[in-house]
């Protein structure tokens, strides 16, 4: 991706009202049943956000978003999702400058407004992360006892059995998730809600990680959320989903379990943050190679996955 200036604010406010500002997303009502969410170039690492931000790393999340929705809901068909159109309605468009509207092409989301579920959805195909730290430690993942083939020890980034669905709690801004146990989760949104998002996460993952494999990626976890329609009472897939910004995204050619993976996803961030004692700290600044180099591994995950390739996708949309 191109060192142009990364979009960090949208400001919006004079336009529309703002409903929330998270770690990347800032969210504003269109309508009392219709949402914009705008996709900013900003970037987390361990629950904080960076300094400085990824030129064009929120139109990507939310064109591999719209990729994702399209292809789930042709592999599930009674996939229901949140999103309704990647195009500003015209009569905000024409109110707002053209810098404004330039600004905002593939960033932005038209969708439907839910009430939203209190929980991330995480599910696991291989041992990796949080999962791989507490299961040295505990001999359990979020709680739940696990083990490999026979009964053995499961070793660093092993693919599991069959995917695990854990959940984790979702903080507020400023705060940090907590891992919980399925039964925890259930707890939080309700037994029938809580099933049914467990069903939902696991299906979607599969369905997935098929897919991505035929891309030469292998999904190792993602991060899903839900909402719910009060009108149907239907869970609904909102959110970005299965970008690198939400998953852990490894070259399938060069998987070796054993030990940490090469990734297309932050956990290059993540280790430079690491490496350099500066995990958890605020008011980190990335250098420009890291940038470039971070910049680079989301843009190869777009285009094996979409099968397009990013400077078209950005020229001819």
Not at 51 to 73: C, D, E, R, T, Y
Not at 190 to 218: D, H, P, Q, W
Request: hydrophobic share 35%; proline share 5%; with cysteine.
């Amino acid at each position: 991706m191109d060192l142009e200036t990364p979009v960090l604010r949208t400001h919006l406010q004079n336009y529309l009202p703002l409903i929330a500002s998270g770690k990347v997303r800032e969210i504003y009502e269109l309508d009392k049943s219709t949402l914009l969410f705008v996709t900013t170039d900003r970037i987390s690492a361990y629950d904080v956000v960076l300094k400085n931000g990824v030129p064009s790393k929120g139109s990507l999340l939310s064109l591999l978003s719209v990729h994702w929705f399209a292809l789930l809901q042709s592999m599930i068909p009674n996939l229901r999702t949140h999103f309704i159109s990647l195009s500003l309605p015209p009569t905000l468009q024409q109110s707002l400058p053209p810098h404004v509207v330039s600004q905002l092409q593939h960033r932005c989301m038209q969708v439907h407004r839910l009430k939203v579920f209190p929980i991330e959805a995480i599910v696991r195909g291989y041992i990796t992360g949080s999962a791989w730290k507490e299961y040295t430690e505990k001999g359990t993942v979020h709680g739940m006892k696990l083990a490999g083939p026979n009964g053995r020890k499961l070793t660093e980034s092993e693919k599991l059995e069959k995917p695990l669905y854990t959940p984790s709690t979702k903080a507020e801004a400023g705060g940090k998730d907590e891992n919980i146990h399925p039964d925890h989760a259930a707890g939080i949104v309700g037994l029938k809600y809580g099933k049914r998002i467990e069903e939902l996460s696991l299906e979607i993952y599969e369905k997935a990680a098929a897919y991505a494999l035929t891309c030469g990626i292998i999904i190792a976890d993602t991060k899903f959320e839900f909402g719910l329609d009060q009108t149907t009472d239907e869970v609904v897939l909102i959110d970005e989903v299965l970008t690198p910004d939400s998953s852990r995204f490894w070259p399938a050619s060069l998987y070796k379990v054993g030990g940490p993976q090469e990734s297309f996803d932050k956990q290059y961030l993540r280790d430079w943050l690491t490496r350099n004692g500066l995990k958890g700290r605020n008011d980190v600044e990335m250098p420009e190679d890291v940038v470039k180099k971070t910049g680079g591994k989301y843009k190869e995950a777009y285009e094996r996955l979409a099968k397009r390739a990013w400077d078209h996708t950005l020229n001819f949309g």
